[in-house]
């Protein structure tokens, strides 16, 4: 299976800007997609195909990256970003989530 | 505006059968691809399988044993059966579309369903 792998754990303080990584363990083409989970809430989609915005998702919120390494970028951080961020792979079989990014602000 | 609603036992027996019921308003599942995902305590997450707009399914091979996927386009619901459940199948699940084919977006997701496997 395709292992992505996310750094734990990140603080920011409001209005600055964060950058999140996943790298995969083999390539995945463009097929990453980036989701924001709330405690107590289902994964909401933020980014698909690396660098596409979903739909009511604020233009703060960025993806890029191709083939293994791929980046979420939330620029000016708000308050209301308190969440974990995952990254998950649709390009190889079996699809494969990263064991998620958990933004705390400061 | 589609939306996903899990519904099924809080808990399970160990060695017994886990099912959850998938139901879909706002959409057809007639369309496009269905699955199911879980959520492990500590984060983990894993895809557990699709149910695709034909009828045909896809499973993770960790699961391919245990896993069935099965639907009732009538009712706009997709089901989910997991057999022989242990302690290590406790997770909160989801049902989800997946939109645009296979490798497609997961894209709406139902809130959860809280399954605890105990004696």
């Known amino acids: 299976d395709t292992v992505l792998t996310q750094s734990p754990a990140l603080a920011v303080s409001p209005g600055e800007r964060v950058s999140i990584s996943c790298r995969a363990s083999?390539?995945?083409?463009?097929?990453m997609h980036w989701f924001q989970q709330k405690p107590g809430q289902q994964p909401k989609l933020l980014i698909y195909k690396a660098s596409n915005l979903a739909s009511g998702v604020p233009a703060r919120f960025s993806g890029s990256g191709s083939g293994t390494d791929f980046t979420l970028t939330i620029d000016p951080v708000e308050a209301d970003d308190t969440a974990t961020f995952f990254c998950q792979q649709s390009w190889n079989d079996p699809p494969t989530f990263g064991g998620g990014t958990k933004l705390e602000l400061k | 505006e589609v939306q996903l609603q899990e519904s099924g036992p809080g808990l399970v027996k160990p060695s017994q059968s886990l099912s959850l019921t998938c139901s879909v308003t706002?959409?057809?599942?007639?369309?496009?691809?269905w699955g199911w995902i879980r959520k492990f305590p500590g984060n983990k997450m894993e895809w557990m399988g699709y149910i695709s707009y034909s009828g045909s399914t896809s499973y993770n091979p960790s699961l391919k044993s245990r896993i069935s996927i099965t639907r009732d386009t009538s009712k706009n619901q997709f089901f989910l059966q997991l057999n022989s459940v242990t302690t290590e199948d406790t997770a909160t699940y989801y049902c989800?579309?997946?939109?645009?084919?296979?490798?497609?977006?997961?894209?709406?997701w139902g809130q959860g369903a809280s399954v605890t496997v105990s004696s």
């Open positions: 706002g959409y057809s599942i007639t369309s496009n691809y």
């Open positions: 989800a579309r997946n939109y645009g084919g296979y490798s497609g977006v997961m894209d709406a």
């Open positions: 083999e390539g995945v083409n463009s097929y």
